[in-house]
């Protein structure tokens, strides 16, 4: 029994230890708001149809989201992780095989080499990636004042639009809310602030790194014309890029909640049979 007591007392200090580290980080997790107020504010509060367990794109509303990427944001961001052929998919835009074939063959792509050791360009095919608007990032950053433009395929999961995880959790949302308080969120800076902006910058208080962001107001009413009739105002614009660009970042979102729910069938079908297995077995036994 003596010799047990050191093995008691690292076990209790390996406890507090733990303990500690789960108090400080979720201390953390609670400041987060509080401190990120200071300079930034929260996500705006907008719903969209693919939020929680059962949630699905809007087609559509996809749809229209690339049209605005395609008028607006690919002049200067790019989708390398988007092939046109995946515009078809059923779980996203779910556009017709000859309309995917149309929009690949109004870019040019650079192939090659060809037979002579030269690159050539060639209209766009299903299985070519969207091309960048520059040709590396030094074109990009001497286009843009020095700043890089992102590539928007993965830009609502690296921007998760509330400090901590809670709606994450629940909703399974976050970035895309932050994608359209950013195109919305342009304003006239406060007076304490508007002499000390930067050159070229824009006061956006929801902008992760601000309040100032070198790109300009991006969105203005009636800016695209859509083939579905939608009235272009800026709030519907920035509703469906945002949405579209959910879809570029998790394409098999659907796929994966119906996963879910058939694996929670499943578990919940199994945990029923274990259970009467269980009651059967130990009928037999006497206590």
């Known amino acids: 029994m003596v010799e047990s007591k050191p093995m008691q007392t690292a076990f209790i200090k390996s406890t507090r230890r733990l303990l500690t580290a789960l108090s400080v980080g979720l201390g953390i997790a609670l400041a987060g708001p509080a401190i990120a107020s200071e300079g930034q ?11 929680g367990p059962f949630g699905t794109f809007d087609r559509a509303q ?38 995917v074939k149309a929009l690949a063959a109004e870019y040019k792509v650079t192939d090659g080499p060809n037979s002579d050791g030269e690159m050539f360009e060639r209209p766009g095919l299903p299985s070519d990636t969207l091309p960048s608007p520059y040709p590396n990032p030094n074109a990009a950053r001497a286009s843009n004042g020095g700043a890089y433009p992102p590539d928007l395929s993965l830009i609502t999961k690296a921007r998760p639009g ?72 800026v709030d519907q614009m920035a509703r469906d890029v945002s949405a579209f660009l959910a879809w570029t970042a998790e394409p098999k979102l659907e796929a994966r909640k119906q996963l879910g729910f058939t694996v929670l069938i499943y578990v ?20």
């Open 62 to 99: 996809l749809q229209r989201g690339f049209q605005v990427y395609k008028e607006v944001c690919a002049a200067c961001h790019s989708l390398r992780f988007v092939r046109f052929r995946n515009l078809g998919d059923p779980g996203g835009p779910s556009f017709p095989e000859d309309q």
């Open 162 to 233: 509330w400090f901590g995880t809670w709606r994450q959790l629940v909703d399974n949302i976050g970035g895309p809310q932050y994608v359209y308080s950013v195109l919305t969120g342009y304003e006239q800076p406060p007076a304490e602030l508007a002499a000390s902006a930067p050159p070229g910058g824009n006061y956006n208080p929801y902008f992760a790194a601000g309040p100032w962001i070198g790109m300009p107001k991006p969105l203005n009413d009636g800016q695209v014309t859509y083939e579905d009739g939608t009235e272009a105002t």
């Open 268 to 287: 919940a079908i199994l945990t029923l049979l274990l259970y009467f297995t269980k009651k059967k077995i130990w009928a037999r036994i006497k206590h």
């Open 41 to 51: 504010h929260d996500a705006k509060d907008i719903t969209f149809s693919f939020e």
